[in-house]
């Protein structure tokens, strides 16, 4: 069974950092393309980042590049997500999930990150 | 980047009815399209996958089509379970946008 299980989530100031970890099971991590997808409170779905399976292809929505740095451990099997300069629209479910063709086929239960002073 | 505008915001139908759920994109995706369902408290579920194809274990009343820039996810007879809402995704181009969302409720 997959899955997927996030952490690291809190209560961060504005110009803070958080970082997300997303431990996986159940499947061949290392095979498998990763994102992290958010989720503001009571608004839609907004792509955050993607990682491919080796970690050598890395994509960023412009609202996160320069802020946010995507990793992986395929020696862990844990996906991660540093976020630097926190605003207060940063506040959001973080979801990380698994991609096949870049569709998510396995999303974490998801971790909230709030920002505010 | 391409924008997904997904119509209606809110559809109310009864249990038994057939839901037609929209999603125009911005410019071609060719049949790079994905549709997922999400109820409150959950995470998103993936239904359809390249415009047409239903995801595992995903029951045959739910259905999509179209190609280019106009897509349909129907339902073709709501069951309880079925009021949620669905959003679409395209993987044509980075970045990887959704629409904003239609939600399906009780009438």
């Known amino acids: 069974e997959v899955q997927l299980l996030e952490s690291g989530g809190g209560l961060v100031q504005p110009g803070g950092s958080l970082r997300l970890s997303c431990a996986a099971s159940?499947?061949?991590?290392?095979?498998?393309?990763m994102s992290w997808v958010r989720q503001a409170p009571g608004k839609g779905l907004e792509w955050v980042s993607a990682i491919g399976g080796s970690g050598g292809r890395i994509y960023y929505a412009d609202s996160v590049k320069g802020r946010f740095t995507i990793s992986r451990d395929n020696s862990k099997n844990t996906l991660y997500l540093q976020m630097n300069s926190l605003r207060a629209e940063d506040t959001a479910v973080y979801y990380c999930?698994?991609?096949?063709?870049?569709?998510?086929?396995?999303w974490g239960q998801g971790t909230l990150v709030t920002v505010s002073s | 980047e391409i924008v997904l505008t997904q119509s209606p915001a809110t559809l109310s139908l009864s249990p038994g009815e057939r839901a037609t759920l929209s999603c125009r994109a911005s410019?071609?995706?060719?049949?790079?399209l994905a549709w997922y369902q999400q109820k409150p408290g959950q995470a998103p579920r993936l239904l359809v996958y390249d415009a047409s194809n239903r995801a595992t274990d995903i029951p045959a009343r739910f259905s999509g089509s179209g190609s280019g820039t106009d897509f349909t996810l129907t339902i073709s007879s709501l069951e309880p379970e079925d009021f949620a809402v669905y959003y679409c995704q395209q993987r044509s181009n980075w970045p990887l946008t959704f629409g904003g969302g239609t939600k399906v409720e009780i009438k």
């Open positions: 410019q071609s995706v060719s049949s790079y």
């Open positions: 159940g499947f061949t991590f290392n095979n498998y393309a």
């Open positions: 999930a698994n991609a096949t063709g870049a569709y998510f086929n396995y």
